[in-house]
């Protein structure tokens, strides 16, 4: 089964982006990638949904699975928030849906969404 890892990324003061959570999705041999605005917090069943904003990034190497540490270019530090495995369930045209299993977030379904900007996109964490 796919992988999946959240890194909490701390940056250097007067970065571009502020502190993040890299969202990171094994698939074809890399990680498809996204700078969340906040973390994906565990959402219980009866909860409700909850929603993150993100930016879509290059894709990273699989060795970002198992990393932390300082980011190369003076980019600041990562360190796990969360790990564990993912199933892709659909992808369609500026959507995407896919099932998680870690530590933190649980079991969640996620069905994320693109926003007006290709860059932006909008996930939707719900309890399985």
Known sequence: MPR???LEHETPAGYARPRHWDLMLETGG???TWALDEPPERVRSGQGEHSVQGELLRDHRLAY???EGPVSGGRGTVRRWDA???EWLAESDGEIQFALVGDRVGSVSVR???CADDQRWLFTFAPV
């Open 30 to 32: 890399a990680l498809r």
């Open 112 to 114: 994320a969404q693109r």
């Open 65 to 67: 699975l198992d990393y």
């Open 4 to 6: 999946y890892v959240v």
């Open 84 to 86: 564990g495995e993912c």
